[in-house]
């Protein structure tokens, strides 16, 4: 049995990773996935897991996670179930920063196609979303809001609006709004002129907030109901609203991409297989089998030349090479030093 | 009690008086011991579930990184939103209260006068919300109020508005929902004590010549204070610690002492930076009972004798 699957393993590991080095005579053969459950963890199920079991005939069991607190507790317990978890930026970047995962073998990536700000050492992304400016179509009819400076412009776009009550990329959209190139944002944020010039332009908006949103349920529900015209929403939850019918749209101009990433928790049972299949599941064929299933965008660029994406997948895609030229990437090495410091501060904002 | 008060007589008239005291005393701690047996339980659950997390509380407040720190109260001291949080937080509590008590006290007088079957019948609606899951009742407010919905529609239907009114996401929308659910804390308590007040204090009053409105103010009001004190103060605390309404009615305007301390559970990775915000809140909550304690007699609100 253990030779047939290292040789099948070792084929296939020979096919794909021409010269990475496979030589364990033992071979893992079994490795736990930890992610958010739900659809998402379903299509990652379908786009990854389920070819990767075939190709390297291993097992993939599966767990469910809610964040960065449960790898947290595995990890200083000394007690490590899970091999690859799935976790949002900002947990990857802080599990990084507390050396909390194994580092990554990039001996194994193939990082060609991916963005610099997508991976790390010790994490790489592994989806996209973005946070755009969703607006209602029945309200816009003519013209419609397609910029930061557009939902600031509340004289040429009257209507109710909506934003987080948070401080992470809203300050991204504050700076963009007031004239910031998405290149410079963060290069002009990291400093206290930046910073005051983003609360600055947000006490423009303020009083013209009607709602300030905390999950992203009600971001949906508050564009889907016409409680507000225009606010930021994530573009999964918009196309979901959109295709049940309601008058809402998005543009991507000036969206704000954010990842979900991959980490091997420190000490995980099966890493030597973990570092593998991290390796595969961000090469670009199987990052191509996730838009079909679910519009998040693949951080890969190269699946969008793999000919799995059509056309209007591709349009309609947050990281499809013409979409991604017109967003900015959020970058988790800034929130994960300043993320404390500014949410106090935009809670001194807030109830001010 | 009886049996022994016959014993000793008994006792006495056989000319030993404290013949079997020993007996007796040892029957007294031995039934001391019983009751204490029945209600060891009850005593440890309630250190369980509360006292030992109270001071667990308490303990992890001063930890931060695993050492002794005064590093979460310095933060709230340092911040300017934390003062602003708690001022907003008693303020909005506050308010509800006095709304409640003057909604809920007249209501609750009238259920008092009425018969006992009719006083039923209108206590299930009192009951039927008070039963209904919490969200149900939030999110229903919110269908209710927002500026597509049914109040907004009616308002510009019949003409009375042009624009929707902003009844919800903001303040106003936080009271009347926290008023609603708190509403049956204050009018339970409440009818249950003006329920017990002997009427006849009141005949007796307007036989010696008071006007109704006088018997009521000089008669029935001070005995009922009370019931309505226990009720107030039961809407008030529970209001400190709302967080499921306000989260959801206040659209990100309302912030409270509860929103903030799930936030910074979240943000600093420390059950300390919101443990901190529990104890001031604990020591801020006995800092007004006792304050109250000395206006009122806190012993007769609580039911003491």
């Known amino acids: 049995m253990t030779t047939r699957i290292s040789l099948l393993a070792g084929i296939a590991a020979g096919a794909v990773l021409a010269g990475a080095g496979w030589s364990t005579a033992e071979a893992e053969t079994t490795l736990t996935f930890t992610s958010f459950g739900g659809a998402y963890q379903k299509a990652q199920r379908e786009a990854w897991l389920d070819p990767l079991e075939k190709e390297l005939g291993v097992r993939i069991l599966e767990d469910t996670l809610t964040g960065i607190a449960e790898v947290r507790a595995q990890v200083r317990s000394?007690?490590?179930?899970?091999?690859?978890?799935?976790?949002?930026?900002?947990?990857?970047?802080?599990?990084?920063?507390?050396?909390?995962?194994?580092?990554?073998?990039?001996?194994?990536?193939?990082?060609?196609?991916?963005?610099?700000?997508?991976?790390?050492?010790?994490?790489?992304?592994?989806?996209?979303?973005?946070?755009?400016?969703?607006?209602?179509?029945?309200?816009?009819?003519?013209?419609?809001?397609a910029s930061w400076a557009d939902f600031w412009d509340v004289e040429s776009f009257p209507g109710a609006r909506a934003l987080r009550d948070?401080?992470?990329?809203?300050?991204?959209?504050?700076?963009?709004?007031?004239?910031?190139?998405?290149?410079?944002?963060?290069?002009?944020?990291g400093?206290?002129?930046?910073?005051?010039?983003?609360?600055?332009?947000?006490?423009?908006?303020?009083?013209?907030?009607?709602?300030?949103?905390?999950?992203?349920?009600?971001?949906?529900?508050?564009?889907?109901?016409?409680?507000?015209?225009?606010?930021t929403i994530w573009n999964g939850r918009l196309d979901a609203i959109a295709e049940a019918g309601a008058p809402v749209a998005y543009t991507y101009n000036q969206g704000i991409l954010a990842l979900d990433c991959l980490a091997i928790p420190k000490g995980a049972p099966n890493r030597d297989l973990a570092q593998k299949v991290v390796a595969r599941i961000v090469a670009p064929d199987l990052q191509a089998n996730m838009p079909p299933l679910m519009n998040y965008g693949p951080t890969n660029a190269e699946s969008f030349e793999s000919g799995q994406i059509t056309q209007e997948m591709r349009e309609r895609s947050p990281s499809s090479p013409d979409n991604l030229k017109v967003q900015m990437i959020s970058s988790a090495k800034f929130w994960e030093e300043n993320r404390n410091r500014l949410q106090e501060a935009w809670d001194a904002w807030k109830t001010r | 009690m009886s049996a022994t008060?016959?014993?000793?007589?008994?006792?006495?008239?056989?000319?030993r008086p404290d013949a079997n005291a020993?007996?007796?005393?040892?029957?007294?701690?031995?039934?001391?011991?019983?009751?204490?047996?029945?209600?060891?339980?009850?005593?440890?659950?309630?250190?369980?579930?509360?006292?030992?997390?109270?001071?667990?509380?308490?303990?992890?407040?001063?930890?931060?990184?695993?050492?002794?720190s005064l590093a979460h109260y310095e933060r709230m001291v340092r911040e300017a939103s934390y003062l602003r949080i708690f001022w907003s937080t008693f303020e909005i509590s506050a308010?509800?209260?006095?709304?409640?008590?003057?909604?809920?006290?007249?209501?609750?007088?009238?259920?008092?006068?009425?018969?006992?079957?009719?006083?039923?019948?209108?206590?299930?609606?009192?009951?039927?919300?008070?039963?209904?899951?919490?969200?149900?009742?939030?999110?229903?407010?919110?269908?209710?109020?927002?500026?597509?919905?049914?109040?907004?529609?009616?308002?510009?239907?019949?003409?009375?508005?042009?624009?929707?009114?902003?009844?919800?996401?903001?303040?106003?929308?936080?009271?009347?929902?926290m008023t609603h659910i708190m509403l049956p804390f204050l009018i339970l308590p409440t009818?249950?004590?003006?329920?017990?007040?002997?009427?006849?204090?009141?005949?007796?009053?307007a036989s010696l010549g008071a006007s109704p409105l006088r018997a009521f103010w000089t008669v029935f009001f001070p005995l009922s204070l009370?019931?309505?004190?226990?009720?107030?103060?039961?809407?008030?605390?529970?209001?400190?610690?709302?967080?499921?309404?306000?989260?959801?009615?206040?659209?990100?305007?309302?912030?409270?002492v509860s929103m903030k301390i799930q936030q910074n559970a979240g943000m600093y990775f420390e059950w300390g930076a919101a443990s901190a915000m529990g104890v001031i809140l604990l020591v801020a909550t006995l800092g007004i009972f006792w304050g109250l304690g000395r206006l009122v007699s806190l012993d007769r609100v609580m039911g003491e004798r």
């Open chain 2, 95 to 177: 308010v509800v209260t006095v709304i409640a008590i003057l909604l809920g006290y007249p209501l609750a007088y009238l259920l008092s006068q009425l018969s006992e079957r009719a006083a039923s019948l209108l206590l299930i609606l009192v009951l039927v919300p008070f039963w209904t899951s919490l969200l149900v009742r939030t999110y229903a407010w919110l269908v209710l109020l927002q500026r597509r919905g049914v109040i907004n529609d009616w308002l510009q239907g019949l003409g009375l508005v042009d624009a929707p009114l902003r009844l919800v996401h903001n303040y106003t929308g936080t009271l009347i929902g």
């Open chain 2, 226 to 256: 009370p019931g309505l004190m226990a009720g107030a103060l039961l809407v008030f605390v529970l209001c400190l610690g709302f967080y499921v309404t306000p989260a959801l009615l206040g659209g990100g305007r309302v912030l409270l």
């Open chain 2, 22 to 68: 020993p007996e007796l005393a040892a029957d007294e701690r031995r039934e001391r011991l019983h009751l204490f047996g029945l209600s060891l339980p009850a005593l440890l659950v309630i250190g369980i579930v509360a006292f030992l997390p109270t001071a667990w509380l308490f303990w992890l407040s001063f930890i931060d990184e695993g050492s002794f």
């Open chain 2, 191 to 205: 009818y249950a004590a003006l329920r017990t007040i002997d009427r006849d204090y009141l005949k007796a009053a």
């Open chain 1, 78 to 145: 000394g007690a490590v179930n899970w091999d690859i978890v799935d976790l949002g930026l900002g947990d990857c970047s802080a599990g990084q920063a507390e050396g909390i995962f194994e580092p990554l073998d990039y001996q194994q990536i193939a990082t060609q196609g991916i963005e610099k700000a997508a991976y790390d050492s010790h994490w790489i992304g592994v989806i996209y979303y973005s946070t755009v400016l969703g607006y209602s179509t029945e309200r816009y009819k003519d013209k419609q809001p």
């Open chain 1, 191 to 231: 400093t206290p002129e930046g910073e005051k010039r983003a609360f600055a332009k947000l006490d423009e908006i303020r009083d013209h907030i009607d709602v300030w949103w905390n999950s992203g349920a009600q971001s949906a529900q508050l564009l889907r109901d016409g409680e507000v015209d225009m606010s």
């Open chain 1, 166 to 189: 948070y401080p992470i990329a809203n300050l991204e959209i504050a700076l963009m709004a007031d004239g910031v190139p998405a290149g410079q944002v963060y290069e002009v944020l």
């Open chain 2, 5 to 15: 008060g016959i014993e000793s007589l008994a006792a006495r008239r056989a000319g």
